[in-house]
């Protein structure tokens, strides 16, 4: 929702503190994953971030959604902290704040996010693969893995980990070939 720096400011503290409790009750792998399917959910639906955002919506109903799509299977504190983003008009960053959680997860258990772009959608065992060469070149404990298709590729896979990019793709491979041979691709 908000993209700027502004926004990581507003949504780092809260993250922390979020953090903070998940740890104390040895809560945080859970509330990693409920949050994963929040921003999921969140990337999936415009019309709710629309909804959070619009401050026509008063706060009794944007809690009223949000206890409905949080259901009762979140755990009561994470259900308890989002009603206190909307308490405090925070819940515009609410995607900021459960991104921000997720990369301070990622660095408590040394996991780092990795991208694979393919030709096509990749197997369980090509997943694995994929993680398995993350983690040498990372030296990681663990990956988490999103997938994406590109047909341009043609065959083989894109990885990018944070800035760096392999590419083991055919497409880059013939643009490597015609680069060392001086053509222009």
């Known amino acids: ?9 507003i949504a780092e503290p809260y993250a922390q503190a979020l953090m903070s409790v998940s740890q104390s009750n040895n809560l945080t792998e859970r509330f990693g994953e409920e949050i994963r399917s929040l921003l999921e959910l969140l990337d999936n639906s415009p019309e709710l971030q629309e909804f959070l955002s619009n401050p026509v919506f008063g706060e009794s109903s944007k809690k009223e959604i949000l206890a409905r799509i949080l259901g009762e299977g979140t755990h009561p504190y994470l259900q308890n902290f989002v009603k206190l983003l909307v308490d405090k008009r925070r819940i515009v960053f609410l995607k900021a704040v459960g991104e921000q959680y997720l990369a301070l997860l990622r660095q408590l258990t040394n996991t780092v996010l990795a991208e694979a ?11 694995q693969a994929v993680i398995e060469k993350v983690k040498s070149l990372t030296g990681a404990q663990s990956v988490e893995l999103k997938t994406s298709v590109n047909p341009d590729l043609i065959g083989g896979v894109i990885i990018k980990v944070g800035s760096q990019i392999f590419d083991a793709s055919i497409r880059g491979q013939l643009r490597r070939i015609s680069l060392s041979l001086g053509v222009d691709g």
């Open 117 to 127: 772009i393919s030709a096509t959608e990749l197997n369980d065992d090509q997943r």
């Open 1 to 9: 929702m908000k993209g700027s720096s502004l926004g990581t400011e």
